[in-house]
């Protein structure tokens, strides 16, 4: 009887640890494949964030920005809108009298120009060309264009520069 209890006694200790061994296979699959995919997902990150270098990314910014101000200062010279801005170190404030303020800033860490307004946040992201708001797809300069029509009363038409 010893023998067959030591048997039996040792073919449940393999079976334990066989099903140990296979739950920690599992768990190294698992933790493998999230791995993985953190990886991948990592890569396609940083893939996108590295659309340009940074140097590329802030000059593009910074001429999208003056480009802004230029038809800014068209319009101010061509009607009797309360527009003033200002351009430093890339953030544009766009004064728009009563109306309040829109900031215009350049985020060099996602390669994304930032807009603040009384309607809220927006996000834009060049895409072969044209900046697009990463959550509706609207271009910068119709965001823009609609913003300042609502906050200072004055319609202007952007064009703005793509990819260098």
Same mark, same amino acid.
């Given at each position: 009887?010893p023998h067959e209890?030591?048997a039996s006694?040792?073919?449940?200790t393999m079976?334990?640890a066989?099903?140990r ?5 599992l768990?190294?699959y ?7 995919a ?5 890569i ?16 593009l910014?910074?001429?999208v920005l003056m ?6 200062? %068209?319009?101010? !010279?061509?009607?009797d809108a #309360? ?5 430093n170190d890339?953030i &544009?404030?766009?004064?728009? *009298? ?9 985020h ?14 927006f ?6 060309? %044209?900046?697009? !708001?990463?959550?509706?797809? #609207? ?8 913003? &300042?029509q609502?906050?200072? *009363? ?5 064009v ?5």
């Amino acid at each position: 009887m010893p023998h067959e209890t030591i048997a039996s006694a040792a073919s449940e200790t393999m079976m334990v640890a066989t099903k140990r061994r296979n739950i920690r296979l599992l768990e190294l699959y698992a933790l493998d494949t999230m791995c993985k995919a953190i990886d991948e997902q990592s890569i396609t990150r940083r893939g996108d964030a590295c659309m340009t270098n940074e140097s590329e990314f802030v000059a593009l910014a910074d001429r999208v920005l003056m480009a802004i101000g230029a038809a800014l200062d %068209v319009a101010a !010279d061509s009607s009797d809108a #309360d527009l003033d801005w200002s351009l430093n170190d890339g953030i &544009l404030t766009i004064d728009c *009298g009563d109306g309040g303020k829109i900031i215009v800033n350049r985020h060099v860490s996602n390669r994304e120009l930032w807009v603040a307004a009384k309607s809220g946040g927006f996000h834009f992201k060049d895409d072969g060309g %044209v900046w697009r !708001d990463t959550r509706s797809s #609207d271009a910068l300069a119709t965001v823009l264009t609609r913003l &300042l029509q609502a906050q200072s *009363g004055v319609e202007i038409a952007f064009v703005l520069p793509g990819r260098i």
